[in-house]
Each structure stands twice: as structure tokens, then as C-alpha cells.
């Protein structure tokens, strides 16, 4: 997606779980956390019921990316909508 790259790989704990890095890309400590804040939320409220409905064992990784900053809460939260669905889909 725009804001976010999505990585996964089979699980090794039996359960589904979700990564999320925030790299720097210059910005503050503040404006990271925020993003990590909105990804871990999405990933709280959105994937982790999704994941553990269709009983899932794989984990996934949250990259954000530079416009990741810049995006609204339900920006990040449509973006992530196509990659959930393929997960579901396999």
C-alpha cells in the first residue's frame, strides 16, 4: 500500500502475531510513536480477530513508510485493508 509495506511469514509460536517497525525517516520520537500507536490499534481492532477467526499461524510485519506520517487513522486503516483480505484469501 501507500503507507505501509506488509510482510509474512508461517508462525513459529502456533499463533498469528504482528511486527511493527517505524523507522525514522527524520522525523521525532513523538511523530513515530503516533504511527506505531495508529498500526498497533489497527492491528488490535482489525487483524488480530480476523487473523484468530480464520486460525491463521502466521506472523506479519508492519513497515511504515515515509507517507505513513503523514496519513490519517483511516488511511493507514484502508491500506490495510487489501493485505488483510489476501491473508484471508490463502
Known sequence: G???DVFS????????R???IVPR???TAVARNKVRRRL???AR???MPTLIG???????????KPAAYDASYIGL???LVKPLEAACAR
Do not use: C, H
Open 2 to 4: 501507500p503507507f505501509v
Open 9 to 16: 511469514v508461517p508462525s513459529s509460536a502456533g499463533r498469528a
Open 18 to 20: 504482528v511486527a511493527i
Open 25 to 27: 525517516y527524520g522525523r
Open 40 to 42: 498497533m490499534n489497527i
Open 45 to 47: 481492532t482489525s487483524w
Open 54 to 64: 480464520q486460525r491463521l499461524d502466521v506472523d506479519f510485519i508492519f513497515r511504515a
Open 77 to 79: 486503516q484502508d491500506s
